[in-house]
């Protein structure tokens, strides 16, 4: 009869799993993933509607389910909701999926002062404040992981995407930041690049979406990226490929090509 290795690594299998932005497709598939006998789901997200529908589906494969909805450009409620959430069972796994990806109106110098907020609040204040918080809370017990999405637009200056691609430029140094504090302390932090995911967010756009990746093939690679507890992922890898290009290429020229860039996005 063999022994137990006590130098193996124990796998990661959280009990409790908070995932903001479950409305949402890529929400909804990793909220799909996680979802079984013995794991509970707190799902956040805008639309009641659908977060209910991804409820039920998530309640058929054996998970106890919350949901709450409400939206992230009030960090008041929502860290207060973290809280409640938090102390009703301790988070062992939160996901800060939530985002918007508002551009440019066609024919405008900038993106609107409105988009501009929304983004910053969304996509960078929300998750760093409700990171922290987690953080502090996994900290002291010595265990968990967190996972923000942020974006391969964070590599590059994006003219008519300024908000989206410098909040989540701010949101990834922020994600290895944290892994670098929270190793010691036995909680993991990973921060995830994707390119473009097969999601409402991405099919607004206007044109070509190369290297898509489905939202259940997202998912998948994320929860394996908690699982090693490794510091960043960029995936599909050739967006890591253009990451390093751009930090090469002269900035002059960069911006030359990217203001040719003809993007347009439907209205949400």
């Known amino acids: ?38 794991t509970r789901l707190t799902l956040w997200g805008r639309d009641q509607t659908r977060l209910d529908a991804v409820a039920a589906l998530c309640r058929e494969q054996g998970s106890a389910v919350t949901c709450h909805t409400l939206s992230l450009s009030d960090l008041d409620a ?42 910053a609040l969304v996509n960078y204040a929300a998750p760093v ?5 987690a953080a502090q809370m996994m900290a ?17 200056d994006l003219p008519f995407a300024s908000a989206y691609s410098s909040s989540k430029a701010g949101l990834a140094r922020f994600a290895t930041c944290l892994h670098a504090a929270m190793v010691p302390h036995g909680v993991g932090v990973t921060l995830i690049e994707p390119g473009y995911i097969d999601t409402a967010m991405s099919q607004r756009l206007d044109g070509a979406r190369p290297l898509l990746v489905s939202a259940e093939d997202a998912a998948a690679r994320i929860a394996q990226a908690a699982q090693r ?21 002269p900035r002059p020229i960069a ?13 949400r």
């Open 140 to 156: 002291a017990r010595g265990e968990g992981r967190i996972v923000l999405i942020g974006s391969v637009a964070a590599h590059h």
């Open 78 to 119: 929502g860290l207060a909701l973290y809280r409640v959430c938090s102390a009703e069972r301790a988070v062992d796994l939160l996901i800060l999926n939530a985002g918007v990806s508002d551009i440019r109106p066609d024919g405008a110098l900038t993106e609107t002062v409105e988009a501009v907020r929304e983004a």
């Open 1 to 38: 009869m063999s022994r137990p290795d006590p130098f193996a690594k124990k796998e990661f299998a959280p009990g409790h799993v908070l995932i903001t932005g479950a409305s949402g497709g890529l929400g909804r598939a990793l909220a799909r993933y996680y979802a079984g006998p013995g």
């Open 229 to 249: 507890n490794q510091a960043v992922l960029v995936f599909p890898r050739l967006f890591l490929g253009l990451k390093f290009l751009s930090a090469i290429v």
């Open 255 to 267: 911006h030359f090509l990217l203001r040719r860039a003809k993007v347009k996005q439907t209205p």
């Open 129 to 133: 404040t409700l990171a922290t918080e």
